[in-house]
């Protein structure tokens, strides 16, 4: 199901994290909020929210603001794994790479219905998808190299490794990406059928270095009640999203996902 540029949203941090960005560039944050009608202030409350729409606009003034048009390169440079809340310390909690992405990929809807994540495993290699569920417009470049390079960066920090991956991404190739290609996290590939990060399947079995099993369960039972809040619609795709991969690799059938949840294959569809 997608949703509209008018109803889709993302957490408010993500314009300070830009705000961040500009200022590299001599811009002040003020007057990157004025053009859209934001304050900082009501921007630093921990659940306010913003449309796509709102990115948008604040991705085309910084861009206006600063004359760079790659900022997603440098957007990832500002990504924290403590400015995504309870999900981020949920994540860096986890035992292993794979247990921390099966975090992240639940629980993404109770934070942003714009783009969701998808862990697909093919022989030997793995590979972190994200899918767009409402159109980005102007803000799709940015937001999605954004993303991509910004979880191998968050890779890194979570297992104390360099990682190798293929960055994968579904639009041609940006006229800014060979001057900035050096801020990569690995080698990037333009024009393919989906946006994905792809990597040796064996670093999924990687330790995360701050472990923490109580702290885990706490943060993934808070996290279980942000996704209860975020409304039923949003909890029954995130409890889809994780039921769909099957163990003997692929993915279930409906049928076989609706019994899981315990519903009828009519109600599973409706």
């Not at 859209?36 to 085309?60: H, N, Q």
């Not at 390169?73 to 099966?102: P, Q």
């Not at 994780?242 to 996902?257: A, K, Q």
Request: hydrophobic residues 40%; contains cysteine; glycine residues 10%.
């Amino acid at each position: 199901m997608r949703s509209s540029a008018n109803d889709a949203t993302f957490p408010a941090v993500h314009a300070l994290h830009l705000a961040d960005v500009v200022e590299r560039f001599g811009v002040t944050r003020t007057d990157l909020f004025a053009g859209a009608g934001l304050s900082e202030a009501e921007l630093l409350e921990p659940d306010r929210r913003l449309g796509v729409a709102t990115i948008e606009k604040l991705v085309v003034r910084a861009r206006t603001l600063t004359g760079e048009p790659g900022l997603g390169f440098y957007l990832a440079t500002t990504m924290r794994i403590s400015g995504h809340g309870y999900l981020g310390f949920a994540a860096m909690t986890s035992g292993t790479v794979r247990e921390a992405l099966n975090t992240v990929v639940r629980f993404v809807p109770a934070r942003t219905d714009a783009l969701a994540l998808h862990v697909d495993l093919e022989g030997s290699t793995a590979s972190l998808r994200l899918e767009e569920r409402a159109p980005l417009g102007a803000a799709r470049d940015v937001v999605v190299i954004a993303v991509l390079v910004g979880i191998g960066k968050l890779g890194r920090l979570l297992t104390g490794r360099e990682l190798s991956g293929v960055l994968e991404f579904g639009f041609p190739e940006p006229d800014y990406v060979a001057r900035l290609a050096h801020l990569s996290t690995g080698p990037m590939r333009f024009g393919q059928p989906s946006h994905r990060v792809l990597f040796d399947a064996s670093v999924l079995d990687l330790p995360i270095t701050t472990h923490d099993p109580v702290a885990h369960k706490l943060a993934y039972e808070q996290c279980e009640r942000e996704l209860d809040l975020a409304g039923p619609s949003r909890r029954i795709l995130s409890r889809v999203q994780e039921l769909l991969p099957s163990e003997r690799g692929g993915f279930r059938s409906l049928d076989e996902v609706a019994r899981k949840l315990g519903v009828s294959y009519r109600t599973l569809k409706r």
